[in-house]
């Protein structure tokens, strides 16, 4: 008895800090390769969600609350199944209050603070964009979690329902049938651009994703990365260090890594869907 008590207690302390945490590590620290976050210099601006619906976390996200819009998701590819799409959109209460709920909530006030609301997008001619879609959830319950204002950026009406959808499509349906013996991971993110929508909602200049299909030496066996401007461009496609370097460069990070550091450099390859 006396020997559990501390793991009782330390999970106790645990699962009390909930959704808003300090750090993604041991709290939701499964969504990435090798449970390596990246590493990027800590600014208060920056929270981490572990995103929580009916007492599940189904992904992780990096929310940037000087911009009102996520800096990225990262979450696992499970099956690619047709998910249902809910019509509500949540929003992370504990990012403006510190003693709400650990779930993802419906909007009960008209006043965001540090975080965007549906108000922001009205009228705005921006689509709420995903960053963990629809289209790569799992289960019907991952899928409504994916709708939280956390999770999505303003985004290009004509690009989220054309050429972005067009990628998260085949990013889904190739790790569908190439990736099946390996844990599959993403990672989606936005970088912030000038323009602002609503209550000072920074539209994103980029989106971008990429993919690591995890053997079981922890390397990524098959990677790649994909950005395009947040306009119905084609969406550009180069492995992950070479995304990973233009993403530092767009940031202003000395460097951005998730996973370059795990990849096979030994065979070229090029993946054509
Ligand atoms: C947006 O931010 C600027 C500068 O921080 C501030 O002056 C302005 O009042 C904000 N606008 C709205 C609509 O909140
Ligand atoms: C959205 O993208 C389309 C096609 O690339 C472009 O014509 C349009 O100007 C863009 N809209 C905005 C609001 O940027
Ligand atoms: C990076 O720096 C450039 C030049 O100072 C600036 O225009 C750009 O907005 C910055 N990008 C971000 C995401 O802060
Ligand atoms: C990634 O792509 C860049 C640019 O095409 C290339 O120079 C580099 O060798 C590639 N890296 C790997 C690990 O394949």
Avoid at 9 to 30: H, I, M, P, R, Y
Avoid at 51 to 56: A, I, Y
Avoid at 89 to 118: F, R, S
Wanted: net charge positive.
């Amino acid at each position: 008895m006396t020997f559990f008590l501390p793991v009782v207690v330390l999970w106790l302390l645990s699962g009390a800090s909930a959704k808003v945490v300090t750090t993604f590590e041991n709290q939701c620290d499964e969504f990435f390769v090798n449970k390596k976050t990246p590493i990027i210099i800590p600014t208060p601006a920056f929270q981490n969600i572990c995103q929580m619906l009916n007492g599940v976390v189904y992904y992780a996200t990096l929310y940037d609350t000087s911009n009102k819009i996520p800096l990225y998701s990262a979450y696992k590819f499970e099956v690619l199944i047709k998910c249902e799409r809910p019509n509500a959109w949540y929003i992370e209460p504990q990012l403006d209050d510190n003693n709400a709920g650990a779930d993802m909530a419906l909007q009960c006030t008209k006043d965001g603070g540090k975080q965007a609301l549906n108000d922001d997008y009205v009228n705005s001619h921006y689509d709420k964009g995903h960053l963990a879609p629809v289209y790569q959830a799992s289960s019907n319950q991952c899928a409504k979690a994916t709708f939280t204002l956390t999770n999505a950026a303003p985004q290009n009406k004509s690009f989220n329902r054309g050429q972005w959808r067009v990628t998260e499509k085949n990013i889904a349906n190739y790790l569908n049938n190439n990736c099946k013996p390996y844990t599959k991971y993403i990672v989606t993110g936005v970088v912030p651009g000038k323009k602002k929508i609503g209550k000072n909602v920074t539209v994103p200049s980029h989106f971008w994703t990429e993919y690591c299909c995890l053997d079981n030496n922890n390397k990524c066996q098959f990677s790649q990365g994909y950005i395009g401007v947040n306009k119905n461009d084609p969406v550009q496609q180069m492995n992950v260090s070479a995304l990973e370097k233009l993403l530092a460069n767009l940031y202003n990070f000395t460097s951005f890594q998730l996973f370059a550091s795990s990849t096979k450099p030994t065979r070229k390859r090029k993946i054509r869907f």
